[in-house]
C-alpha cells in the first residue's frame, strides 16, 4: 500500500510540472538597488500623467502615490507588483533623498521637483532590466 501511495505522489508531481516560463506573471517583483552613498525614499504610482509634475498633494496622504519605501544606502529592496496593472497603465518610480523626503516640505520639493531620478516604466521596459533598478 505504502509503495503504490508514493507511487501516486510522483505521478502526481510530475503530471503538475513546472510552471510555463513563458506564461503572463501576476504578481512579480521590482528589485531597486541602492549603490548610492546615500538613503532614497522610493514612491511608485501608475503612469496615469504623461507630463512630469509631481503630484500636488503630499504622496504619504494622496491615494494616487501606491505605496512607498526607504531604501538604505548599499542595499536593495524588493517590491511586489502586479504585472497585469503594470501591462496596463505602466509604472512611475521616483526616488528621492531621504533627507529631503524628512526635512523639506512636499509644496517645496514639487516646485523645485526635488526627484533624484524618475522612472517610466512599461511591463516591457522591466522585462529588460530584468526586473530591476539601479541608482549610483
Given at each position: 500500500m505504502?509503495?503504490?501511495t508514493y507511487l501516486f505522489l510522483a505521478v502526481l508531481?510530475?503530471?503538475a510540472g513546472c510552471p510555463d516560463q513563458d506564461k503572463f506573471?501576476?504578481?512579480?517583483?521590482?528589485?531597486?538597488?541602492?549603490?548610492s552613498a546615500i538613503d532614497l525614499v522610493e514612491l511608485r504610482t501608475v503612469l496615469l500623467q504623461n507630463d512630469t509634475l509631481l503630484p500636488i498633494s503630499s504622496p504619504f496622504?494622496?491615494?494616487?502615490?501606491i505605496?512607498?519605501?526607504t531604501i538604505v544606502s548599499g542595499l536593495k529592496i524588493s517590491i511586489p507588483v502586479e504585472s497585469e496593472?503594470?501591462?496596463?497603465?505602466g509604472l512611475m518610480l521616483y526616488l528621492f533623498s531621504r533627507d529631503t523626503i524628512e526635512q523639506v516640505?512636499?509644496?517645496?520639493?514639487?516646485?523645485?521637483?526635488?526627484?533624484l531620478r524618475r522612472y517610466d516604466l512599461t511591463l516591457e521596459d522591466l522585462e529588460?532590466?530584468?526586473w530591476t533598478v539601479e541608482y549610483k
Amino acid at each position: 500500500m505504502k509503495n503504490t501511495t508514493y507511487l501516486f505522489l510522483a505521478v502526481l508531481l510530475i503530471c503538475a510540472g513546472c510552471p510555463d516560463q513563458d506564461k503572463f506573471d501576476p504578481d512579480r517583483e521590482i528589485r531597486i538597488v541602492n549603490s548610492s552613498a546615500i538613503d532614497l525614499v522610493e514612491l511608485r504610482t501608475v503612469l496615469l500623467q504623461n507630463d512630469t509634475l509631481l503630484p500636488i498633494s503630499s504622496p504619504f496622504t494622496d491615494q494616487n502615490f501606491i505605496e512607498s519605501a526607504t531604501i538604505v544606502s548599499g542595499l536593495k529592496i524588493s517590491i511586489p507588483v502586479e504585472s497585469e496593472t503594470i501591462s496596463e497603465y505602466g509604472l512611475m518610480l521616483y526616488l528621492f533623498s531621504r533627507d529631503t523626503i524628512e526635512q523639506v516640505s512636499w509644496e517645496r520639493i514639487v516646485d523645485e521637483y526635488l526627484v533624484l531620478r524618475r522612472y517610466d516604466l512599461t511591463l516591457e521596459d522591466l522585462e529588460a532590466m530584468d526586473w530591476t533598478v539601479e541608482y549610483k
